[in-house]
């Protein structure tokens, strides 16, 4: 299970910490993400972490503005946006490929998934 936290509205320049927490399965050795999707736009993956060594992986449109962290101790991933901008505004889920890298990839082939926090900028 995958429990998103920490969207909401924010003024273009502000920041916010999203938060993602993991239950039910091992969290180790897992690559963690963050996708998000636009009213009427495809989704779009944000950038994504392996749990194992640490490697994070960036969308060349949020690079230098957003950085993707966990907490092993608290099996939770974060995703730090600053910087924000209007079209930032999405819906973000957080995802997961069990028992996988993430094949260097912001956006891997995810096999789970969050119900999704609304950040509006």
């Known amino acids: 299970q995958l429990v998103e936290s920490g969207g909401g509205s924010v003024q273009a320049g502000g920041s916010l910490r999203l938060s993602c927490a993991v239950s039910?399965?091992?969290?180790?050795?897992?690559?963690m993400g963050w996708v998000r999707q636009a009213p009427g736009k495809e989704r779009e993956g944000v950038a994504a972490?392996?749990?194992?060594?640490?490697?994070?992986y960036y969308a060349d449109s949020v690079k230098g503005r957003f950085t993707i962290s966990q907490d092993n101790a608290k099996n939770t991933v974060y995703l730090q946006m600053n910087s924000l901008k209007p079209e930032d505004s999405a819906m973000y889920y957080c995802?997961?490929?069990?028992?996988?890298?993430?094949?260097?990839?912001?956006?891997?082939?995810?096999?789970?998934w969050g119900q999704g926090t609304q950040v509006t900028v």
């Open positions: 039910g399965y091992t969290y180790s050795n897992n690559c």
């Open positions: 972490l392996f749990t194992g060594g640490g490697n994070t």
């Open positions: 995802a997961a490929v069990t028992n996988n890298g993430c094949g260097g990839s912001w956006y891997p082939s995810y096999n789970y």
